[in-house]
Every structure is written in C-alpha cells, then in structure tokens.
C-alpha cells in the first residue's frame, strides 16, 4: 500500500518532496474512491463516472492508473491484503481452550474483520468478473480454517487423525462439512451487505447457534466414514447447549462412555450418563 511518509529513495528523479507526497495522495483518493464505487454499483461502473465522483477529468485518472483494469486489481489488492490475522491461527489451533468457544470466537472476530459491506460486495463482483480475490481466499480458508477445523474437531471427538491416503472422496466430504458451517456464516453477510437484510440482533448466539449445529451433526457424519471407531457412528447428538447425547446405536448395545471434550460436557451435564434414544 503507498504511503506517503514512505523513504525518499521512492521519489522518481526530479520530483519535489511535496509534488510527490501530493501525488500519492490524490493516488489514494483515487483508489478510495474506486473502491466505494465498485463496491457499491460493481465492477461495471465506468471511469468516468469515478471521476466526476472524484470532481477530476478522466485524463487525469489515467496519469495514475494505465487502464480500468489496472486500477481493479490495485483496489482489490489493496482491499484484500490484511484480511487474514495470523493469530486465528493460533486461536483455533488452542486446544486449552474447548472447541466451541475456538469456534465461536474465531467467527466473531473474522465477521468483524473481514465480513464488511465493501469486501463482501467487492469479493462477490470480482469473483463474477474472474478476477483473482475470490480463488486465493478459497485456497487460503481450505488451508488456514478447513483443514485446522477437521483435525480439532477429529481430536475433539476421539477419531482417527485422518483418512486414509487413499480416500479422496471421504476427504472431501469432511471439508464440505466445515464449509457448510463457514458458508454459514458468510450467508449472514450475504444476506445484509447484498441483499439488504438486517443483521442478527445477538450475532454471538446466532454464530454460537451455528456452532452447536456444527457440532452436533459432524462428529457422526466423519465417525461414520471408513476407519471411524465403530461406536462412535451410533452417537446422536442433541443438544451442546444442555450437554444431552443421544446413544442411537442398536438397543442391545449398552452406550459407550463418551470421550474428550463432547463427553466431559456430556458427563458434566448430565450426571454420567448418556440417555438411549429408544428409553
């Protein structure tokens, strides 16, 4: 990103102090601009109309940015560059801290950053256009959230590390799970920055509500994939919220002890022991 208090050695030959910190700004007015405009009407809007918004001619606009193009990809390079804070990382990978509130956290603070009126607008337009934003934060939230996501939660819940080698399929399935919960939650921007709804009135319980779900459903969903513990495929979770487990495996089959973090709740919970699903 320019910066205007930046090392004189930047300053092409010949050109004032003062010239060129006036320069850089009028650059960054352009670009501010830009990025209110694209994310407002979308990448279609023209550079005519960004520069009567700016109250400058359009050969003006050129002498900063060479094409429309040029300047589409400086706003989304300038948009996009810090939306990942390297101590989520940190965060979700914590297993002092239970799952739930890893989650729950993470989701909070990545709306907050991240989940904004122009990066949502910005993200959804380019990604129409086949610009590049889109696809790096794919690749970068499969890396970063999905896969820290599937190995604590296979920790979690006492299943194996991970698949076989072999099982591309079940893999992917895994993911889809922890993108149904990420997708989730982008939804709730969706729905406000594009569609014009309002946004939850309690966004931690609604964020913690889609945390439950998650949590409840996916442990049995990977349990039941090839090389899960063949108890663990007859849990049925009811409720993380009163810490209730659903044995919904065969009735002559007494329910196993729950383990890890779903059965210390469970067991703190409810007094030790799980209720059949047929009693």
Do not use: C
């Not at 319980?205 to 994939?225: Q, S």
């Amino acid at each position: 990103m320019s910066d205007a208090t930046g090392p004189t050695a930047r300053r092409p030959v010949g050109a004032p102090p003062g010239r060129r910190a006036h320069g850089l700004a009028r650059e960054q007015a352009i670009i501010a601009a830009a990025t209110d405009l694209f994310a407002e009407i979308g990448l279609d809007a023209t550079t005519r109309e960004l520069a009567a918004r700016l109250g400058i001619t359009q050969p003006l606009l050129y002498r900063y940015f060479d094409s429309k193009e040029a300047l589409i990809e400086r706003v989304l390079e300038e948009e996009f560059a810090g939306e990942w804070n390297p101590g989520w990382e940190a965060l979700l990978a914590d297993r002092a801290v239970p799952l739930r509130e890893r989650l729950v956290s993470f989701y909070l603070d990545y709306a907050a950053a991240v989940l904004t009126y122009r990066r949502v607008r910005l993200l959804m337009f380019s990604g129409l256009k086949g610009f590049g934003p889109g696809a790096r934060a794919i690749g970068m939230l499969r890396e970063r959230v999905v896969e820290r996501v599937l190995a604590e939660g296979r920790h979690a819940f006492s299943l194996p590390p991970s698949l076989p080698s072999d099982d591309d399929a079940g893999r992917e399935r895994d993911a889809e799970l922890v993108w149904n919960l990420h997708d989730s939650i982008f939804a709730l921007a969706m729905r406000q920055h594009v569609f014009g709804q309002p946004a939850p009135q309690d966004l931690r319980a609604t964020i913690a509500d889609k945390v439950d779900a998650f949590l409840e459903g996916v442990p049995a969903g990977m349990a039941r994939r090839p090389g899960g513990p063949a108890e663990a495929a007859g849990w049925a979770a009811e409720s993380l919220a009163t810490g209730e487990m659903v044995w919904a495996g065969p009735p002559a089959v007494p329910a196993p002890r729950p383990a890890k973090e779903l059965g210390a709740l469970v067991l703190e919970k409810n007094g030790g022991t799980p209720r059949a699903a047929h009693d």
